[in-house]
């Protein structure tokens, strides 16, 4: 009988203290529930955007990264982003499966005219050097009014973080060409 007890009483307390490691404060899960709910939201399942309202949505949330330092090589952003780390990382976002290397953009998508450019398509620039022709940054066509078309991308230059910049003389210098993803 005293065995049977020292056995029972064993289990019971294995039992207890196993569930006292996997349970975690109430401060703790409170914690972990707010860092959940400010991670952000992707999808498992790829996307296909058609239409303004989806362009609209993949301009927003390329926005809400304005001010992400520059950082070559890099598409995280906890850490920064390069030119075509971003792009790939807002695309990505909504299920696309794009290069990470600005010079494989030029096989992707569609390619257009920049006249018949839209909100969404993908901007293809030479590097910093318009004499070299070499493709060697992207950026996201973010608007198009009368006064022209801006772009947002991730700049090593003067902002050296995402911004959004018109695209002008120095960047119609260096542009190469446009492709559509959506």
């Known amino acids: 009988m005293k065995k049977i007890l020292v056995i029972i009483s064993f289990f019971i ?9 996997t349970t975690l404060p109430i401060q703790y899960q409170d914690l972990v529930k707010k860092l959940v709910a400010n991670l952000p939201k ?21 926005k809400s990264m304005l001010g992400i330092p520059y950082r070559y090589a890099t598409s995280n952003p906890k850490v920064g982003f390069d030119c075509s780390g971003f792009v790939s990382y807002v695309f990505s976002n909504f299920g696309f499966k794009v290069p990470r290397s600005s010079r494989e953009f030029s096989g992707t998508g569609k390619e257009t005219s920049i006249e018949n450019a839209k909100v969404g398509d993908v901007l293809i ?4 050097n318009s004499k ?3 493709i060697g940054h992207v950026g996201i066509v973010y608007s198009i009014d009368e006064s022209g078309i801006k772009f947002i991308h991730a700049s090593s230059g003067k902002a050296h973080s995402v911004t959004i910049t018109e695209f002008n003389g120095h960047y119609k210098n260096r542009f190469m060409k446009i492709v559509s993803i959506l």
């Open 13 to 21: 307390l294995s039992a207890t203290a196993g569930k006292a490691q």
């Open 42 to 62: 992707t999808s498992l399942e790829p996307t296909k955007l058609t239409g303004s309202t989806n362009s609209s949505s993949l301009i927003d949330f390329a």
């Open 125 to 128: 620039f030479t590097g910093s």
């Open 132 to 134: 070299v022709r070499r």
